[in-house]
């Protein structure tokens, strides 16, 4: 588990499972799917559908519960690109967008991306986004990320195309970044 002020990570309890899914999955149409891969299929399940691949999540490494003030309200995640080479990518998602706008995203992925360089022996973590999705691409940047690649014009979302945004920060630049980050809050 990691603190910053009112915000937590931590790995996924049974308990959580319940809200995970109304978050995730219980709506039809939700709000957050407009900025995470818009362009990719989405499908609302019912509880007995989400169940087997949220008992996955329990105790999972690399799915973790966001929250706020105690509220569940997100999910942080990685995945191996490739794992052999140690290719890590993560992933975030604030489902209700009353936690959008106010830096959340930036400190949880800042707690994430010490978790993940703290606990794996990687050299590199990194995210895709969209060109859409601005707000994402800021996050990188605030957290000293490079981009480190755009293939343009290949996602379709609403008869618009848009870039695929590839961002990354090395352990050696996150340790540097790290280190400033904290010598300014003291």
């Known amino acids: 588990m990691y603190k910053d002020n009112e915000i937590t990570i931590r790995p996924m309890q049974d308990v959580d499972l319940p809200r995970v899914w109304e978050l995730e999955f219980k709506d039809e149409n939700p709000e957050w799917k407009k900025w995470n891969a818009p362009y990719f299929p989405y499908q609302s399940k019912s509880y007995e559908e989400f169940l087997p691949t949220g008992q996955q999540w329990v105790c999972s490494d690399n799915n973790w519960i966001i929250e706020v003030d105690g509220i569940v309200c997100g999910i942080v995640s990685y ?68 981009l480190e690649a755009r293939i343009r014009r290949v996602r379709l979302y609403e008869g618009n195309y848009y870039d695929s945004i590839w961002m990354g920060i090395l352990r050696e630049e996150w340790e540097h970044e790290y280190k400033k980050i904290h010598s300014n809050q003291i």
């Open 79 to 146: 995945y191996w690109e490739h794992e052999p080479s140690k290719w890590l990518e993560m992933g975030i998602c604030l489902h209700q967008s009353n936690s959008w706008g106010k830096g959340i995203g930036t400190r949880v992925l800042k707690l994430w991306i010490q978790h993940l360089f703290t606990t794996l022996p990687i050299v590199r973590v990194g995210f895709t986004t969209w060109s859409g999705n601005e707000r994402m691409i800021a996050v990188g940047q605030k957290l000293g990320m490079q």
